[in-house]
Each structure stands twice: as C-alpha cells, then as structure tokens.
C-alpha cells in the first residue's frame, strides 16, 4: 500500500532471566526421574521391551552426561570422568544387541550385577556424605558425584534380563534402592541449583 510507512520494530521477546543453562538443567533432572521411575516399576513386570531397555538406556546416558557437563566438579579424580562415559557406553550398546550368545556380550551381561551393586555402594556414599554434614558448597558436587554414578547403575539395570530366582529378586531389590535415593538426590540437586540462582 502506498503512503504507509512502517516504523521499526522488534519482534524479540526478552525477559527480565537469564535462562543460561536452565533448559539443559530441567532437561537433566526429567532424565533422571524417567530412569528412576522405570528402575521403581521394573521388578514389577517380567520382561522389558527392547525399544523401552535402549530409551531408558538413553535416558541414563543423556542424565549422566548432563550431570558432568553442568556439575563444578567431581568427588573423584578427573579420569573417573572416562570411566563413567564407557559405563554409560556399554548399556547402550547391550540394549542394542538383544542376543546374548556371543562370550563378550554374555560376561557383560553377568557383570550387571556387580556393576549394580559397585554402583548402588558408590552413589549411596557420595549421597549419605552430602546429606550428613556436607555444607551447602560442598553438598552439590557430592550430590552430583552421586547422581552419575547412579546413572551408571541404572543403565546397566535397565538392560539387564534376568533369570528367574533370587538373584534376580536381589538385584530387583538393590536396583529399587538406588532409584530411591536417586529422586530423593535428584530432588536435593534441584533445590540446590534454584536456590544458587
């Protein structure tokens, strides 16, 4: 239309936040609770299906990265960081391969357990630290300690297929332990991040 003229204007939204890492932190904690809800619900059904053993795999390896990636710090050397990523690592690559007749594929598949346990003992430390007497500065990278090692716990649960027994009836109980305490760290952890602002 001629004789109209336009001013300029701005088509940019911004708010009074900045949101800087927010979107990668709620990201980590839906991460989190989603492996620990399928952890909590697992001993409840026999069998998983293999789309929903590599999604929570995922899930786990999305968390855990997250968590090194945003954390200030570990309660461990540096190089446990490369131990946690093939840890991670491994899951997806049995969740993969749903047949466990080749000898590598089958010794991983009975290190589960062990994992699990290796697992549920480290993170149940590095939380019981924070939570009983850490100060607020020190408490979020134990917690954090924590919430990856239990990643790789719950990675490997998720994959896991077990025979029936008590070993399975164990593990069940050791996996719905540690996805306990990883709402309630993952929870801490939240309250943690909005409460430094």
């Excluded at 900045?18 to 909590?40: H, N, R």
């Excluded at 991670?88 to 007749?101: E, I, K, N, S, T």
């Excluded at 164990?170 to 943690?192: Q, Y």
Aim: glycine share 10%; proline share 5%.
């Amino acid at each position: 239309m001629p004789g109209v003229t336009q001013g300029p204007h701005d088509h940019v939204i911004t708010f009074g936040v900045t949101t800087g890492t927010l979107w990668l932190q709620v990201l980590l904690v839906a991460a989190a609770l989603t492996v620990a809800a399928c952890a909590l619900v697992r001993p409840f059904f026999t069998e998983q299906e293999r789309a929903t053993r590599e999604a929570v795999a995922w899930a786990a390896a999305v968390a855990g990265v997250l968590t090194l990636l945003l954390t200030e710090g570990l309660d461990l050397p540096k190089q446990f960081a490369v131990l946690f990523l093939a840890g991670l690592g491994v899951p997806l690559f049995l969740a993969r391969h749903a047949d466990h007749g080749t000898t590598p594929l089958r010794v991983l598949h009975h290190l589960t357990p062990w994992v699990l346990l290796a697992a549920a003992t480290g993170a149940s430390v590095e939380f019981a630290r924070a939570w009983l007497g850490a100060g607020p500065d020190r408490a979020g990278v134990l917690l954090n300690t924590g919430l990856v090692i239990a990643m790789v716990g719950l990675s490997w649960f998720a994959v896991w297929r077990p025979a029936p027994g008590r070993a399975r009836a164990l593990v069940n109980g050791v996996g719905w332990a540690l996805a306990s305490v990883v709402v309630a760290g993952t929870a801490h952890v939240a309250t943690l991040t909005v409460a430094a602002g």
